[in-house]
């Protein structure tokens, strides 16, 4: 019988197998060789395939997104629309960034180059981007990553537009009123606890790495810390909720491989972590306990469970980030 909170190894390799052979057998509802495709549920299998590692084996999937890119660069959340969503852009723009650092090819890099001259152009005045689903926060910070990940897989790191564009991105971040150490949005997910999350692992950690901002670092353990007292005691989050939970283990991982503080924060991660394990359905996770699986949770729930294995090694977190290379 095993110990309360605990994972053993082979349990989560297997749960790991099961649910990347399950993700496979759904791929008429995320691949766009089975037809039109919600791109942000693509976006989060295609993060599955760039850490389990089989990226060579899926270059079609990847390809396949130049494919229904809008003219202005940009990609819309359905793949055969014509509104552009400045959240879906940078997010399958910085797949493709890491996709295309193993497959080389021409085209898609062709289709990143596009991407990132229609997110630069997008900037407002005080520095955030703007989409009509997300929040301001949720919105920069997804644009904010995109350039970190397109500068590190690029190797333009010194590039003084893209720093000047996602350092004033950081400010806008910095300058909104924080409560008890959490970003609060109140017109979105008003817990803060999905946004904070986010927040920390594009925009903060990235200004880290990037531009050696000491700031950040005192700033991500005091909003950790608060994530800590925001943990239910069954190790859940934000009522019960899978999305947001698995938000807070992958953030709280980040910090702590980030800021040598892995021997502080592992107990919490490992309690949030053996909670989704408990709670998740036969095959993949819902939104919330007992309710029915979807591909998009079931990714980000099996992303969460390859970055705790990966947590669990000696390897650096930030290649899973791609902050370093």
């Not at 306990?289 to 990966?310: C, H, I, S």
Request: net charge negative; hydrophobic share 35%.
């Amino acid at each position: 019988m095993r110990a309360i909170d605990q994972i053993d190894e082979v349990e989560l390799n297997q749960i790991i197998e099961s649910e990347w052979n399950y993700l496979l057998s759904e791929a008429s509802n995320w691949s766009l060789l089975r037809g039109k495709q919600d791109m942000e549920i693509l976006e989060h299998v295609l993060r599955c395939i760039l850490h389990v590692g089989n990226t060579s084996d899926h270059a079609e999937d990847f390809a396949a997104c130049v494919n229904v890119q809008n003219s202005d660069g940009g990609w819309s959340k359905m793949s055969h629309a014509e509104k552009t969503s400045i959240w879906i852009t940078t997010f399958v723009g910085l797949k493709l960034c890491r996709g295309n650092l193993i497959l080389k090819n021409q085209k898609i890099e062709e289709s990143i180059q596009r991407a990132l001259e229609y997110v630069l152009s997008s900037q407002e005045d005080d520095g955030h981007w703007s989409d009509v689903e997300w929040s301001h926060l949720d919105t920069t910070c997804s644009v904010t990553v995109f350039l970190t990940v397109y500068q590190v897989t690029h190797d333009q790191k010194k590039d003084d537009r893209i720093n000047k564009a996602r350092r004033r991105g950081y400010d806008f971040i910095m300058n909104w009123q924080r409560g008890s150490g959490l970003w609060k949005d109140d017109t979105f997910h008003p817990a803060g606890i999905e946004t904070t999350a986010h927040l920390m692992q594009y925009t903060l950690i990235p200004a880290y790495f990037m531009d050696g901002i000491e700031e950040a670092q005192k700033i991500c353990l005091d909003a950790a810390d608060s994530l800590v007292d925001e943990q239910a005691e069954n190790g859940s989050w934000d009522s019960e909720n899978m999305d947001h939970t698995m938000d807070a283990c992958r953030n709280l991982i980040l910090v702590a491989d980030t800021f040598n503080q892995k021997e502080k924060y592992s107990s919490v991660i490992r309690k949030g972590v053996r909670w989704l394990l408990d709670e998740k359905n036969e095959l993949g996770w819902g939104d919330f306990k007992e309710e029915p699986t979807n591909v998009e949770r079931t990714a980000d729930g099996l992303d969460t469970l390859l970055k705790y294995r990966r947590f669990c090694s000696d390897e650096p977190m930030s290649h899973f980030w791609a902050y370093s290379k």
